[in-house]
């Protein structure tokens, strides 16, 4: 399955073997991907970047992603947001940050794909 032209993902997540494979898989999919070892790297690359979809775990060791979350939507950057976790009470404050809640660890990788795909097909039909 192929990305659409120009997307990038930033993979946020300071568990080094979920983030590694995931970005892996992705670019294997054709998107343009960068990785960022928490929020404060988060941060800078979203400053930094054109990013289209942010993938983040909801628990950072410098952060969270849902505050991640909040910073992005202050910019009002167009910047979908994926944020994955385990944890039942996550799964509430992320209703209020994002489109669904966080998709539940582990994952495969092909759930976020399609995910990515239905968000950005979701923004690509709001603005026709």
Not at 36 to 54: L, P, R
Request: with cysteine.
């Amino acid at each position: 399955m192929q990305a659409d032209d120009a997307e990038t993902i930033l993979v946020a997540s300071s568990d080094t073997l979920q983030r590694s494979m995931i970005a892996r898989y992705l670019r294997e999919c054709g998107y343009s991907v960068i990785e960022a070892t928490g929020f404060e790297d988060a941060k800078i690359a979203i400053a930094h970047y054109q990013v289209d979809v942010v993938v983040s775990d909801a628990e950072m060791q410098d952060g969270t992603g849902f505050d991640l979350s909040t910073l992005i939507r202050a910019m009002r950057r167009p910047i979908e947001i994926i944020l994955t976790q385990s944890l039942v009470k996550t799964a509430q404050v992320a209703g209020d940050l994002c489109e669904q809640g966080p998709l539940e660890q582990p994952y495969h990788p092909q759930r976020l794909v399609d995910e990515i795909k239905r968000l950005r097909g979701a923004r690509i039909a709001s603005n026709n």
